[in-house]
């Protein structure tokens, strides 16, 4: 089976099993435009190509199946989230679709939300919290991170000094994430870790903190990275202090690293099949405000696809290529 039909086969198992009595989601368009009803679709800053994706692809199923959209970008401020809430409250939206602006800051507007009648379904980024939100779909990090550290170990030869760029601290992904690369870089006592810091996800803070490390660190091999964006601000740097031959390995499977997969700058990366999560994520609210039907299960994950330059050209924007 090609990469292609097990990414469709995938979805349609997860449709299949995590819907209350093999209920699957309506496919029939909404009649009437100025009747629809609205989804509102709440994501961190389109900056990141990730996000941008999830937010276009949850638009576009949604506008397919008839109904009206809000996108709002919250900005990793659970503030402004609060604010995005409460506007999608006083419209009154048929459903939520959010990638949460922090673990435990996303629970009380999320219970609000439910209190004014309107389910939330989350994508990418779970909430410690069950109960709440209607959905969880998000990725299986550990494992994507796991793929990610064995890469990272077979390019290094088990052995040299290395950086690891962490994620926003809020955020259960990084954590997740960090855990699975040390549970399998432990086993190799010569791989030294040199500096672990926090870079929040984001690129120009990546290529600071890069600069300042490779300073105290002039002889490190490799960079591993929480996800894609930092993961170019980091190339970015050692490009800029002509460490070419530094190893970097990322997580999204973003179209810019796929790019530098290819010019040969990043080396691996970990593919999210956010294209999946997200339509899944609609379709699930769909269903629920055709029908009124929750999933049986909240959390689900769906496994990542480690990219090489071996498969690079198989995959587009956080999915394979049709």
């Known amino acids: 089976m090609n990469k292609r039909s097990w990414f469709k086969l995938v979805k349609l198992l997860i449709l299949a099993v995590i819907v209350l009595g093999g209920l699957t989601p309506n496919g029939n368009t909404l009649k009437a435009q100025d009747e629809a009803p609205l989804i509102v679709i709440i994501t961190p800053s389109h900056d990141n190509p990730f996000f941008k994706a999830e937010a276009d692809i949850a ?7 008839g109904y009206r959209t809000l996108v709002l970008i919250h900005d990793d401020d659970p503030n402004l989230q609060d604010q995005h809430f409460d506007v999608a409250i006083s419209q009154g939206a048929a459903a939520i679709i959010l990638d949460n602006a922090g673990a435990d800051a996303s629970i009380a507007p999320i219970q609000r939300a439910k209190d ?3 389910p939330t379904f989350l994508i990418d980024r779970e909430i410690n919290e069950t109960g709440v939100a209607a959905v969880q779909l998000v990725s299986n990090n550990y ?5 990610g550290g064995e890469e990272f170990v077979r390019l290094m030869g088990g052995e ?3 950086v690891e760029l962490l994620g926003r601290e809020t955020d259960t992904n990084a954590a997740i994430r960090s855990q699975g690369y040390n549970d399998v870089i432990a086993d190799y006592p010569d791989l030294e870790l040199v500096a672990q810091q926090t870079a929040n996800w984001s690129q120009t803070e990546a290529f600071d903190v890069m600069e300042t490390i490779i300073q105290a660190n002039p002889d490190i091999k490799g960079v591993i990275s929480g996800n894609d ?3 170019l601000g980091a190339a970015a740097a050692l490009q800029a202090a002509g460490m070419t031959d530094v190893i970097v390995v990322g997580f999204d499977g973003s179209p810019d690293v796929m790019d530098a997969i290819r010019q040969g700058t990043i080396q691996a990366t970990v593919l999210q099949p956010v294209a999946n999560f997200s339509e899944i994520a609609v379709d699930l609210a769909d269903t629920y405000i055709q029908t009124g039907e929750l999933p049986e299960e909240e959390k689900q994950s769906i496994d990542c696809i480690l990219i090489t330059p071996e498969n690079v050209d198989e995959y587009g924007v956080f999915a394979p290529l049709e």
Do not use: D
């Not at 638009?59 to 199946?65: I, N």
């Not at 494992?143 to 793929?147: N, R």
């Open 59 to 65: 638009q576009a199923r949604a506008e397919e199946l």
């Open 160 to 162: 040299g000094k290395y």
């Open 143 to 147: 494992q994507g991170a796991v793929l």
């Open 116 to 118: 004014a009648g309107i």
């Open 229 to 231: 964006t930092m993961a």
